[in-house]
């Protein structure tokens, strides 16, 4: 098996994975700014990590995962100025900022929960965090890379470079042309440089979320909550920091030079960023009327949109797609994806109701046994080679194969052997929901009803009760299902 390998958005290649300390892992992962629905770039996003997360446990990896809530000092526009998003919500709906907070956490973990997600170890919010922030501004300023002006105190960029760091590392910016970029932007009067970039922000007396500091009302920037978060759970240094790649620029190279900056260390071994979400070769964006809230795809409530799709479907129709490249929505791969999902649905159903049945006068098909070692072994090496899931699932399709065959008596469970058959079962159910995180829906159907309607089919078919029997099967077609009558046996699967 190959040795883990993910891509380091940092030095913008793949690299063989070694942890920090041997057997542990510690993951930072940002989390949502909780002013408004998660939307399903945030989705995309969590479910890589989702994936690496559940790939980093079954491989034996002790892992403390932290996903923090943003709950202030992320402002209108991502820079500098103007409102804080939460705020202004709270003010548009007269309400008190936390309220605002705590409805759309809600909602984000509903989402999460709703498409499988597991619970990360540590959820901390920056809130939370105040103090700690307040004292690595502190630091920061002590060290001489940050300055307070008229109440804000900003990060010093000028003085950070001359140290022999380099920011702009991890977007591979050019200070000269962000300095292009920024000459025309408001509020830069107070800055030494106008890159440099708030740490701590002096709050006007309007601005609703504000605390106590030594500089005076305020509230801490956007950047620094998450260097604060991640020292305090994870160390100076950790193993792996994730986001969307939205989020590299300012926001990740910002929380190089702090974490630099604080501790001397650079705070992360992998950096590693999901792509976007198109829709039909479009960006996903409100004002093209394109973009999709998760709760609109499930219910099939949008223009966009031809039938409504499981959590599941969509679930699988992402890890379709490897997390570095763009994933473009549609309605005809979204129906692809229904279909293949529902393939591995049946798979897995029928993967727990095989029996291994010794026969000594089976013998052992080693061309089979040797296709089907092999792809356990890819499914694997696909995982290793940078969390490649659209490989993966290939794989899960070849297990699928083996299944069937058993299930339709073309292989004999003997033919494999005993250890064979028991890692075929195994490794499909342990790929299909431990590790990929694809779990069976039911579709709102209940087993027993729809034993007791196949006993019906066999005993209205034996009497040749044809109408009867084309009324159930009408039964299951209604309910997206079918009857699939064998030589062997009469069962059912899900409609594909």
């Known amino acids: 098996m190959q040795p883990l390998k993910l891509y380091n958005s940092l030095s913008r290649k793949k690299e063989v994975f070694q942890p920090i300390n041997e057997g542990h892992v510690g993951m930072y992962v940002c989390g949502p700014t909780v002013y408004n629905n998660v939307h399903l770039g945030n989705v995309r996003t969590f479910l890589t990590f989702d994936v690496l997360y559940r790939y980093l446990l079954h491989t034996g990896y002790k892992v403390r995962y932290v996903r923090n809530i943003t709950d202030v000092g992320h402002l209108v526009g991502d820079g500098d100025e103007g409102e804080d998003k939460i705020g202004k919500i709270a003010k548009l709906e007269k309400l008190e900022p936390m309220e605002v907070a705590q409805r ?6 509903d989402v999460l929960r709703m498409f499988n997600f597991l619970n990360p170890s540590i959820e ?38 001359e140290q022999g760091n380099n920011y702009g590392k991890l977007s591979g910016r050019i200070l000269e042309d962000l300095l292009n970029e920024t000459r025309t932007l408001d509020g830069q009067a107070e800055k030494r440089n106008p890159l440099d970039f708030a740490i701590w922000k002096k709050a006007a007396p309007e ?14 920037g956007w950047h620094i909550e998450c260097t604060c978060m991640s020292v305090k759970y994870l160390g100076n240094q950790f193993d792996i920091h994730g986001g969307g790649m939205d989020l590299k620029f300012p926001h990740h190279e910002c929380e190089i030079a702090q974490g630099i900056g604080l501790t001397g260390e650079d705070p992360v071994r992998y950096w590693m960023h999901s792509n976007m979400l198109t829709v039909n070769g479009q960006k996903m964006s409100k004002s093209l009327g394109n973009s999709f809230l998760p709760g609109e795809l499930i219910t099939g409530n949008h223009p966009l949109l031809e039938q409504a799709y499981s959590p599941m479907t969509v679930r699988f129709f992402m890890l379709q797609s490897h997390y570095r490249s763009t994933l473009d929505f549609s309605n005809d791969a979204l129906k692809a994806a229904q279909k293949g999902y529902r393939r591995i649905l049946n798979g897995m159903k029928i993967a727990r109701s095989l029996e291994y049945v010794p026969d000594d006068s089976v013998a052992i098909d080693e061309k089979k046994v040797n296709e089907l070692t092999k792809a356990i072994s890819s499914f694997y090496d696909a995982l290793n080679d940078d969390l490649n899931t659209a490989v993966a699932v290939a ?39 431990e590790i990929l995180g694809l779990e069976e829906e039911s579709l709102g159907n209940d087993e027993t009803v729809i034993r007791g309607m196949l006993e019906l089919y066999k005993e209205y078919k034996s009497a040749q009760q044809y109408d009867k029997v084309d009324e159930i099967r009408a039964y299951f077609k209604a309910n997206q299902m079918v009857i699939k009558d064998m030589k062997h046996k009469i069962d059912w699967a899900w409609e594909e």
Do not use: C
């Open 207 to 220: 601005h609703i979320m504000q605390w106590n500091s030594p500089w005076g009302k305020g509230f801490p």
């Open 104 to 109: 759309y956490t809600n909602d984000f973990h």
């Open 395 to 433: 794989q899960l399709f070849t297990l699928l194969k083996f299944i069937n065959m058993v299930y339709m008596n073309q292989l004999p469970p003997a033919a494999l052997g005993g250890q064979n058959f028991n890692d075929l079962v195994n490794s499909f159910l342990t790929f299909t929901q």
């Open 124 to 161: 901390p919010s920056a809130t939370g965090h105040i103090v700690e922030q307040i004292e690595a501004v502190q630091d920061l300023i002590s060290k001489g890379l940050a300055y307070e002006s008229n109440g804000s105190v900003y990060f010093d960029i000028n003085r950070y470079n």
